[in-house]
């Protein structure tokens, strides 16, 4: 067991509202907001399950490799569509921790740690 440890029951992520970005395009704006924490494979998953399960979800896109979301606002609805949108992802991360904690109590694993997934 020198290359791998039991999955731990809480590694939650949160979003980083102090790198939130903007960028105009056309008539709309993309935000970027990083996450914070480790983000692992399977918290991925349960993310991917819960935005394609819900049609008000799909506008959020993960970027796994920069831990970082994306959303669009329309221009014309104002800031408070963003602040809107900003609540909800925080909900949808919070929904993701808990959907990822039950699975690993439920059923824990043992994987490798990430410096021995670089080396191969």
Same mark, same amino acid.
């Given at each position: 067991m020198d290359d791998h440890?039991?999955?731990?029951g809480s590694t939650d992520m949160a979003v980083d509202l102090s790198r939130l970005e903007g960028e105009a395009?056309?008539?709309?704006t993309r935000y970027t907001v990083s996450?914070?924490?480790?983000l692992r494979?399977?918290?991925v998953d349960a993310w991917r399950e819960l935005v394609h399960s819900s049609a008000v979800l799909r506008r959020f896109e993960i970027?796994?490799?920069? $831990?970082?979301v994306h959303f669009a606002c329309r221009n014309v609805d104002g800031? %408070?569509?963003?602040?809107d949108a900003l609540e909800r992802l925080e909900t949808t991360v919070k929904r993701v921790n808990d959907i990822v904690a039950i699975r690993r109590a $439920?059923?824990?694993?043992?994987?490798?740690?990430?410096?021995?997934?670089? %080396?191969r």
């Open positions: 440890w039991l999955v731990p395009r056309g008539g709309d996450l914070a924490g480790s494979s399977d918290w970027d796994p490799a920069r $831990s970082i800031t %408070a569509m963003v602040f $439920s059923s824990p694993s043992v994987i490798a740690p990430r410096s021995a997934l670089r %080396a």
